[in-house]
């Protein structure tokens, strides 16, 4: 994650995830899941440590390209994937 990695005091611990798998008629086959995890952040006022955790929903749409992208719910976010197996390393 490299737009996190600037704000972290460590990048020592573990986050947890849930997914499931869906197919949709209108949007088409779906990831939707959370993840949740414990940050130690760098404090912007006294620049020390500090635990914050977090946790995020989302729901992905498999993409195979541009045009699949086009008119997608706001809802959901793209997942490219370029043959019929999804590594989930990837997400």
Request: net charge negative; charged share 30%; with cysteine.
């Amino acid at each position: 994650m490299p737009r996190l990695t600037p704000l972290l005091a460590s990048c020592e611990g573990e986050a947890a995830f849930t997914l499931s798998f869906d197919r949709d008629p209108r949007h088409g086959n779906l990831v939707c899941g959370r993840v949740e995890a414990d940050l130690v952040l760098i404090c912007q006022r006294c620049l020390g440590p500090q635990r914050v955790a977090v946790a995020q929903d989302f729901r992905l749409r498999l993409v195979r390209g541009f045009d699949e992208i086009e008119g997608l719910p706001d809802d959901l976010d793209p997942l490219w994937v370029e043959e019929d197996q999804l590594d989930l390393r990837d997400i």
